[in-house]
């Protein structure tokens, strides 16, 4: 009888691994060093013997193992194949064909940020549901999109890339992806000190931010605090990123937007700014969509990845 | 063994119905006027009579027909309710429900546009891809949202409301919908008119639509003609449009953008001028999707009724 899987989650400097028993409940946990060396090609045999190794340790029979599910930092085609990922130094590799040759075990490969947003659905701020846009405010924006359970990859990997919309033509400086104007720009941990600095330079206002680090944890901790002009900033990224959920409200039409990421530690107050507009701009239909912080943290990858084998 | 369907796609004036045969040709067309006294509750009836009296005609047995599918002017839920359908006078209404009972066939429904894309994906501009954005530029903004060769409803039945996605901050005037600057406010061909009504009002620049009817058809019509004025519009109107399906491509990164209703009947020029900003603010793994015009024209929504069976 199969009763366990394992879910990895391949990052730049870290391989977070977990073995999971069938209900979804965690057994075991690691991390394993990323090594891009020789153009990551050490990455998914160091895999494979991890995992065989813990299957060995644990006195698991490889028969008892339902597969191995895998989230990669870079686009992932429906074959498993993905053309090239720059943070782990991979140009193409066809992961699921190659885990499979070196364990012997069902494999299933996806996006990072696409496998953490199922995590996130399964067993953190989205469970309960079964369509869900999950927004990752880090250093950048990511996203992933998931529609009765499934997630929705893209033709090109590019599903769930909405840190890369269009938000803003007065932005002239670009984006890390080429293109000017981007979400990203002004959502991410990166776009909220942006602002943060416009705002700042714009006036002489006295403000918490004008002594010390201006981050996103600075801006919302003045918030907090009633800064008023660390408030103009924070209802500008709200309005950012309302208005632009209230956008892709209008193709998928989820049950629950899930908002992770580093700049997500800000708490409850971070949802009130993004839902104030969310709710102005939305299509009637949607408006009523429901708002939760991630909850699994780190550990969504994992969960997402041992979701896409149960 | 099943060698039949039926696709019937319901208007607010008029019924169309189609009989195909289980490879997608359509073997038969015909029309009913759409009664929508007394809240609409002859419809089905009416319906269920039709498909009853051409299996009768065609002396088809009805062990032979795979199924019914239906396409309704209002959201769908997946268990085939509808809410509220206000052009036909609808309530609440279980459609697969009481289409099963009158019919004793098994039935499919979903929401019109959706099943025109549907139908667009089958057997028109869409046909030999699996996922596709489809874009009915009428007196408002449609939409359909196909992933996979599946339909995308949406959890309020809004999936693919594209039409009211906002796009504009600085329109005060109300769309239908009771928000303002809706992608329909600049896209439809209400909406087009609108924008060469203010290009004309803006200047008194020499123009051939200073003369006779401004709409959608007479400023596409100018444009061949070379019409600066018109032209300008056009780029308007391409910008709008194209920057919103760059912005919905970061969500569920389609295959092909399928531009159809009735402003589509410009041609080719249309997709120019909408392709031509749709590159520009695509993300870049989504620059390369395919631009295509409709070709079932009103025939799409008995297609992808169809279909939904099939």
Request: hydrophobic share 40%.
């Amino acid at each position: 009888m199969k009763k366990y899987c394992f879910g990895i989650d391949v990052g730049g400097t870290t391989i977070k691994c977990g073995l999971f028993d069938t209900e979804g409940n965690v057994l075991d946990k690691w991390e394993l060093k990323t090594r891009v060396e020789e153009n990551g090609s050490h990455i998914l045999p160091d895999v494979a013997d991890s995992i065989l190794g813990k299957i060995d340790e644990r006195k698991i029979k490889k028969s008892e193992v339902v597969g191995i599910g895998i989230g990669i930092p870079g686009p992932v085609d429906n074959r498993g194949e993905v053309p090239v990922a720059v943070n782990i130094h991979w140009g193409h590799v066809q992961i699921i064909e190659e885990m499979e040759r070196l364990t012997g075990i069902t494999t299933h490969a996806g996006n990072d940020a696409n496998v953490a947003a199922l995590g996130e659905l399964w067993k953190g701020g989205g469970a309960g549901y079964h369509s869900l846009i999950m927004v990752t405010l880090g250093t950048g924006v990511g996203g992933g999109i998931i529609v009765n359970d499934k997630i929705i990859g893209g033709t090109h990997g590019a599903g769930g890339e909405i840190g890369h919309a269009h938000v803003e033509d007065a932005i002239t400086e670009p984006c890390n992806c080429g293109n000017c104007g981007c979400l990203e720009q002004v959502a991410s941990a990166t776009g909220i000190a942006r602002l943060a600095r416009e705002e700042l330079a714009a006036s002489d206002e006295p403000s918490l931010l004008r002594s010390g680090e201006v981050s996103a944890r600075t801006v919302f901790d003045a918030v907090k605090a009633g800064d008023a002009l660390a408030c103009r900033v924070a209802e500008r990224f709200g309005k950012y990123l309302g208005k632009a959920l209230s956008v892709f409200a209008c193709v998928t039409d989820p049950e629950v937007f899930v908002i992770g990421g580093g700049v997500s530690k800000a708490g409850p107050v971070l949802l009130d700014y993004i839902q104030k507009y969310y709710r102005q701009y939305a299509f009637t239909a949607c408006k009523d969509a429901v708002f939760a912080l991630a909850t699994l943290g780190n550990d969504a990858g994992i969960y997402g990845a041992a979701r896409m084998v149960l």
